[in-house]
């Protein structure tokens, strides 16, 4: 497909598909750092054309009109490189595969994709000799997955933690301080770019859920999807979650963990997504706005830390661009290049499996014997008590007169903080707490990482 041009500088075609928020970042780049690209490629890529559902729309960055189609096969079918950029499952696989299957190499972005059909797509590109390259799929800019396939891949990856998702960490954030409201909040994500088309897969914590499922890919060497991913979103935090946290020196932040686990026999990886206390002094409570994080722990490397801006699309579009440099190098000078094929199969064990702790608020009866009867049942799960705070609970005048006018008795509010413990112990321990008599909520549970 490579032709040369009257320059005899080679030529690659490349076909965009999706002209939004990244796609037009892509496209602007490919315009505007042309002669640069050329230079480090020694080829010169032409964007031959954006495949969008609008080719009236106006775009953040604009291209000439005659280069926008609605005709994807006929842009694939001119195309040295694809670079998908649409999102969404169909038809943006059957155009990868359609891609693959003509020969071309493919950059995508789509975790969403990647995490329920990836072996297929893996699979499609090692057979046809391609390369399908994704470092945009996680955490934006951010180059995590290169150092998970190759500067890691002498060593042995324990864990993987981080803040994987701009929009929800951008809400959390300025929920914290600013006090805004979460549908403001989330109103401007989307209108910075960093939310899905459909933000619910950000809210819901279903992104991070994809993207902790393609790390755990990389990180163990075996396939992992979505669908095995213990998921959370940030839906369910009350203000009685975040007053609970900061009055216990904690941010909360949105994690995705993916860890080997060897507990009772059972050997395999525990990946999970919930929002999770940090201290305050934590280096991910550091992280702002739409940045992300990721720690990986690796039994020689020890401890590393990756920090950049995880979503938005110029930032996004350096991911996508880093990916097509590289493939087009790779065409214009050869070498074998990698796919990206699991070794090994490793068991997702189910979230009860790993050790983690909690903080667990619960409103009770102010009278003798309570605290100790709660204490009791943490010791029958033989999770162990870190600290525990008292203070009468808080009613407004009103409540209060009208539960002494009812002559309830008057309630309390415990805040316990757990040292680690078997999570599924920790569970029933909640569970056994909330069928007590004299418990009338448990207000806030929260698992804590970092302390
Ligand atoms: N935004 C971000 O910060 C990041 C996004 N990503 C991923 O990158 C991908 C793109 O995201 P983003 O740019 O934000 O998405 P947008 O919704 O902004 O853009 C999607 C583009 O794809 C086109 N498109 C979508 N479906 C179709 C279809 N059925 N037929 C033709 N065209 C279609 C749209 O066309 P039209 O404009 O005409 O509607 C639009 O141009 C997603 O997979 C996302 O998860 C990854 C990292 C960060
Ligand atoms: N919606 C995603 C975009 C990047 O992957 C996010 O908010 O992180
Ligand atoms: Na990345």
Same mark, same amino acid.
């Given at each position: 497909?490579?032709?040369?041009?009257?320059?005899?500088?080679?030529?690659?075609?490349?076909?965009?598909?999706?002209?939004? #928020?990244?796609?037009?970042?892509?496209?602007?780049?490919?315009?505007? %750092?042309?002669?640069?690209?050329?230079?480090?490629?020694?080829? &010169?890529?032409?964007?031959?054309?954006?495949?969008? &559902?609008?080719?009236?729309?106006?775009?953040?960055?604009?291209?000439?009109?005659?280069? $926008?189609?609605?005709?994807?096969?006929?842009?694939?079918?001119?195309? !040295?490189?694809?670079?998908?950029? =649409?999102?969404?499952?169909?038809?943006?696989?059957?155009?990868?595969?359609?891609?693959?299957?003509?020969?071309?190499?493919? +950059?995508?972005?789509?975790?969403?994709?990647?995490?329920?059909?990836?072996?297929?797509?893996?699979?499609?590109?090692?057979?046809?000799?391609?390369?399908?390259?994704?470092?945009?799929?996680?955490?934006?800019?951010?180059?995590?997955?290169?150092?998970?396939?190759?500067?890691?891949?002498?060593?042995?990856?324990?864990?993987?933690?981080?803040?994987?998702?701009?929009?929800?960490?951008?809400?959390?954030?300025?929920?914290?301080? #600013?006090?805004?409201?979460?549908? !403001?909040?989330?109103?401007? /994500?989307?209108?910075?770019? $960093?939310?899905?088309?459909?933000?619910?897969?950000?809210?819901?914590? @279903?992104?991070?859920?994809?993207?902790?499922?393609?790390?755990?890919?990389?990180?163990?060497?075996?396939?992992?999807?979505? %669908?095995?991913?213990?998921?959370?979103?940030?839906?369910?935090?009350?203000?009685? %979650?975040?007053?609970?946290?900061?009055?216990? *020196?904690?941010?909360?932040?949105?994690?995705?963990?993916?860890?080997?686990?060897?507990?009772? *026999?059972?050997?395999?990886?525990?990946?999970?997504?919930?929002?999770?206390?940090?201290? &305050?002094?934590?280096?991910?409570?550091?992280?702002?706005?739409? $940045?992300?994080?990721?720690? +990986?722990?690796?039994?020689?490397?020890?401890?590393? =830390?990756? $920090?950049?801006?995880?979503?938005?699309?110029?930032?996004? /579009?350096?991911?996508?661009?880093? !990916? +097509?440099?590289?493939?087009?190098?790779?065409?214009?000078?050869?070498?074998?290049?990698?796919? @990206?094929?699991?070794?090994?199969?490793?068991?997702?064990?189910?979230?009860? @499996?790993?050790?983690?702790?909690? =903080?667990?608020?619960? @409103?009770?009866?102010?009278?003798? *014997?309570?605290?100790?009867?709660?204490?009791?049942?943490?010791?029958?799960?033989?999770?162990?008590?870190?600290?525990?705070?008292?203070?009468?609970?808080?009613?407004?005048?009103?409540?209060?007169?009208?539960?002494?006018?009812?002559?309830?008795?008057?309630?309390?509010?415990?805040?316990?903080?757990?040292?680690?413990?078997?999570?599924?112990?920790?569970?029933?321990?909640?569970?056994?707490?909330?069928?007590? %008599?004299?418990?009338?909520?448990?207000?806030?549970?929260?698992?804590?990482? *970092?302390?």
């Amino acid at each position: 497909m490579t032709t040369v041009s009257h320059h005899d500088t080679p030529v690659l075609n490349v076909a965009l598909l999706g002209g939004g #928020t990244v796609g037009s970042q892509v496209a602007r780049i490919l315009t505007e %750092d042309s002669e640069l690209l050329t230079e480090r490629i020694g080829a &010169r890529l032409n964007l031959a054309g954006v495949f969008v &559902r609008n080719t009236a729309a106006q775009r953040d960055y604009q291209l000439p009109s005659l280069l $926008y189609t609605t005709d994807a096969e006929e842009l694939i079918s001119r195309a !040295d490189i694809v670079i998908e950029l =649409m999102g969404g499952i169909d038809p943006a696989r059957e155009l990868i595969l359609a891609a693959i299957n003509r020969g071309a190499a493919v +950059v995508t972005g789509n975790k969403a994709l990647l995490a329920t059909h990836g072996t297929e797509l893996f699979t499609a590109a090692a057979d046809q000799g391609v390369q399908l390259s994704f470092e945009a799929s996680v955490c934006g800019a951010i180059p995590i997955l290169r150092p998970l396939r190759d500067s890691l891949s002498g060593d042995r990856v324990t864990r993987v933690m981080g803040i994987a998702n701009g929009t929800t960490n951008y809400i959390l954030d300025q929920m914290d301080t #600013t006090g805004i409201s979460f549908g !403001d909040a989330l109103a401007e /994500a989307q209108r910075l770019g $960093y939310a899905e088309a459909d933000p619910t897969a950000d809210i819901a914590g @279903h992104d991070a859920a994809a993207k902790v499922a393609i790390l755990a890919s990389l990180a163990f060497q075996a396939p992992f999807t979505l %669908d095995q991913v213990d998921c959370q979103g940030i839906t369910t935090i009350t203000a009685e %979650d975040n007053e609970a946290a900061a009055a216990a *020196g904690f941010v909360i932040k949105l994690l995705a963990i993916a860890e080997r686990v060897s507990t009772n *026999g059972d050997d395999g990886v525990v990946l999970r997504v919930h929002p999770t206390l940090l201290p &305050r002094e934590h280096p991910l409570a550091a992280v702002r706005g739409a $940045y992300n994080a990721v720690f +990986v722990e690796a039994e020689n490397a020890g401890e590393l =830390m990756f $920090y950049g801006a995880g979503a938005g699309g110029e930032a996004t /579009a350096s991911a996508v661009m880093g !990916d +097509v440099v590289s493939i087009a190098k790779r065409l214009q000078h050869g070498g074998p290049g990698r796919p @990206h094929t699991p070794k090994t199969s490793l068991d997702a064990l189910e979230i009860g @499996h790993t050790t983690t702790s909690y =903080m667990i608020v619960v @409103h009770a009866a102010d009278q003798p *014997g309570v605290l100790a009867t709660v204490a009791s049942l943490f010791a029958e799960q033989g999770v162990s008590i870190e600290t525990m705070q008292q203070a009468p609970a808080e009613l407004t005048p009103l409540e209060a007169e009208r539960a002494a006018a009812a002559g309830e008795t008057p309630q309390a509010v415990l805040r316990f903080i757990t040292h680690r413990g078997l999570e599924q112990r920790l569970a029933d321990t909640v569970a056994a707490i909330e069928e007590l %008599d004299v418990v009338s909520a448990v207000t806030s549970v929260l698992r804590v990482e *970092g302390n």
